[in-house]
RNA sequence: UAAAGCAGCCGGAUAAUCGCGCCCUAUAAGGUGAGGAAAGUCCGUGCAUCCAAGGACAGAUUGCCGGAGAAACUCCGGACGGUGUGAACCGGUGGAAAAGGACCACAGAAAGAUACAGCCUAAGUUACUACCAGUAAACGGCAAAGGUGCAAUGGCGAGGUAAGAGCUCACCGACGAUAUCGAGAGGUAUCGCUCAGGCAACCCCCAAUCGGAUGCAAGAUUAAAUGGAAGGUUAUAAAGGUGUCCGCCCACUUCCGAAAAAUCGCUAGAGAUUAGGAGUAAUCCUAAUACCAGACAGAUGAUUAUCUUGAAACAGAACACGGCUUAUGAGCUGCUUUAUUUU
């Protein structure tokens, strides 16, 4: 799990970040960047979401989105984010496709969807 | 030894590295952190809010007996019926002539009153041939044997008869009465001017019980904010609320937009574990012990190695509890039954 400064929280802020439809997809996995930092006062804020029309069974959906957040740890602390920095929020979002897979992928997935932000 | 039946257990472990929620201290360190079903949301409760004066009418639930339990489409023990060689298992199990209605697919003549194929080798009336006698032609009698069906009006045998029929009789079954045993459901025995389709998991009847609605996103407190549209307003109150109607309550109601923070509710309990006692059991009583998740975009994780047993199944708390139902890998334990072999 993710220090709670770096989680994106409330409603507003994951229905703000959707608005700006900036969006990327890879393998069952899609990354929604937010704004841009204005200032660099507080990290960026990530969010990760598993609906629960992509799988009916709730320890699938945890084991994605745990695997998911796992990924982005790891590289928050290797320092491996790159311009992911720059924004406000991310929101990783898993599809059907993506369930079932193992570690591995998964953070082959968030890694390249990272490397794509500009 | 094999095949079964029932009951129960287990629900991965260890190490390393990197992490998260909560508690406590306060950067650390320490403690603690999913289930037997947490699931389905099918029952029943606690708790919370709103409504509930009353009348009429509806409504819901349960349905063999006894016990347990806060209650339950709950549990335990028993009765009865059914299945199985058996251990055992299954059963929403009051009332279907003597209240009433509905329904009974297909097939079949007929699924509440019926005769398709038949029988009545001629008993009755008629007809035909002159009588006797013959003819199932008409009236009529029959429902036993045939076919259909889940089901055809109790089964089977004998008597009886023109042929037949509980028409009569024996045995069995059902129903009722009496006696007796039992706490009771019921059991047993004897008797009878008794013999009646099914369906009440359709309405209904009977008996008993029941305030209702909404669910913790209930709801309470604090802080902040309070824009727009539509309708209503001193009353016959439209809308709204109360199961319906009457009645009653309410001056604000509905929709859209914006903003959505903190605390409480929230976990010490119809609890848990252990021991003792009562009881066939469900369960209850007593004592001791410890405090054992409490999040709010939502923690309980990731990777690697080794091992069990191979690559560990089903599956993730969201106010709490009692049940039911369903899902579940590998393995283990106990008791019982049947079959076979040996002694």
Known sequence: MLPKEYRLKNKAAFSATYRIKNSFYKDGIVLYAGKLKADNE??????????????KRAVRRNR????????YRLM??????????????????????AVGKNFDEIQNSIKDLIMRLK
Request: proline share 2%; net charge positive.
């Open 42 to 55: 507080n990290p960026t804020r990530v969010g990760f979401v598993v609906s629960k029309k992509t799988h």
């Open 64 to 71: 994605l989105k745990r695997l998911m957040r796992e990924s």
């Open 76 to 97: 928050l602390k290797n320092n491996e984010t790159g311009n992911a920095q720059n924004y406000m929020s991310l929101i990783f979002v898993g599809y059907e496709k």
